[in-house]
């Protein structure tokens, strides 16, 4: 099969999206599919923000990357962009002669691959990765009005789509009772299983010297953004070295909210406990997670947790709230759940699993056993059939 991805994240902000979509064209290439994704073209200063050469990827011969040209766009990675739609891009698209368009993402290039499924008599899949409402929320955009027309846009955009996946059910479930008509069903991104696991040993000591971490250390990856509700995490903290004075939380990730969050934490006099450790390529994350005791995560906005199940994969517990999406990933036996924005139960959760050795091992074992259902290769294999079923049925 011939694939053109479109997705309106992409390398290199920093997104689970933009791995996610990378990983599943890597395995479809070993499966001899071709794909060419079409995302918008980022700055130089994009690239600086994660330490990344502005250079293109070398994804292999079967993947392509055709850029769009696009303006900055506020957002919590600082890197966003933003593709005004124009009636010829699909050109570019028809030259490369897909069999199906995957859509990624309901912006401007989402809208190009709409319209390119349109003009070229192709089968278009829509995922939708993102609770928009979240974002609304978090108060990017004045969120009642806008919440209305976004739920209209959505719907509209999605129901033009030949099918429809999310990778989470609860998720696709919102969606249908807010209006989605279309086929659909929940399809999970995946993980590299090769990068995060426990086969790869470490020197646990060097990696806790090499990130100044103490004895006991509790981690966050992603985004730096008020919508993940970080700071319930470094409010937790402060209620656990009561019990842990060796306490550290180590922070992966950027964004717009860091400086704020600096500022909590000198406030609450967690300097010496919160570590903000920047951006880390997949290699060193994994290093960390293998380095820690307990990952969590107070998000309410997340559709599907990418770093929940890379920590698991590195035999971490995970923490995180019994909202949404989270509780179809941690379960009671590979972590626990706490009450969305109560910092005091989250702490609760965190000293439990601290204070108990045999309940750490047992539910970092259960992590373990719990997400080679994520890999690339199972998931790969899923898309492959989904993309077959939806061509011959358009075909017919």
């Known amino acids: 099969m011939r694939i053109a991805i479109f997705s309106d994240n992409f390398y290199p ?26 995302a918008p073209k980022y700055s130089k200063r994009n690239y600086a923000i994660v330490k990344r050469p502005a250079t293109e990827l070398d994804l292999g011969k079967k993947i392509k990357i055709k850029r769009f040209f696009s303006f900055g766009f506020p957002s919590p990675t600082k890197q966003a962009r933003l593709v005004i739609p124009g009636a010829w891009r699909w050109l570019s698209v028809k030259a490369f002669k897909p069999d199906i368009i995957h859509s990624q993402l309901f912006f401007g290039v989402g809208l190009e691959g709409l ?8 089968p278009i899949i829509g ?4 609770r928009i409402k979240e974002f609304l929320k978090a108060g990017y955009l004045s969120y009642q009005w806008l919440g209305r027309i976004s739920t209209r846009y959505l719907n509209w955009y999605y129901n033009q789509c030949d099918y429809v996946t999310a990778p989470a059910q609860s998720f696709l479930d919102e969606m249908l009772a807010n209006g989605l008509t279309a086929s659909s069903q929940s399809i999970s991104n995946s993980v590299d299983m090769k990068i ?7 020197d646990r000591p060097a990696i806790k010297r090499k990130y100044n971490l103490s004895k006991f250390v509790v981690v966050y990856a992603g985004r730096l953004a008020f919508e993940k509700n970080i700071d319930v995490i470094i409010r937790a903290i402060k209620i656990v070295k ?9 922070l992966a990730g950027h964004g717009q909210a860091e400086e704020s969050l600096k500022g909590l934490v000198g ?44 920590a698991m994969a590195c035999g971490l517990p995970a923490i995180g709230v019994n909202c949404n999406s989270i509780p179809e990933l941690i379960k009671s036996d590979n972590g626990l759940l706490f009450k969305p924005g109560d ?9 439990e699993i601290l204070s108990n050795t045999d309940l750490q ?11 080679p259902r994520f890999s690339a290769a199972n998931i790969a294999k899923q898309w492959v059939k989904l993309y077959s079923e939806v061509i011959e049925k358009y075909n017919k």
């Not at 319209?115 to 192709?122: F, G, N, V």
């Not at 910092?343 to 000293?351: K, T």
């Open 242 to 250: 009561q019990d842990f004075s060796e306490i550290n939380l180590g």
């Open 343 to 351: 910092y005091e139960d989250l702490a609760g959760r965190i000293v």
């Open 13 to 38: 902000e920093l997104s689970g999206i933009s791995d996610s979509i990378i990983q599943l064209a890597r395995e479809l290439s070993k499966l001899n599919h071709a794909i060419c994704f079409f």
């Open 196 to 202: 995060f696991n426990t086969l790869n040993q470490i």
């Open 115 to 122: 319209l390119a499924a349109k003009l070229l008599s192709r």
């Open 267 to 310: 406030e609450l006099g967690l300097n010496e406990n919160v570590k903000f450790l920047g951006t880390l390529n997949h290699h060193d994350l994994a290093e960390l997670y293998r380095s820690a005791d307990v990952f969590t995560i107070a998000s309410t906005s997340e559709v599907q947790s990418l770093t929940i199940i890379q």
């Open 361 to 371: 091992q047992r539910l970092g074992q259960g992590a373990i056993n719990f997400v």
């Open 127 to 130: 995922t939708n990765h993102t």
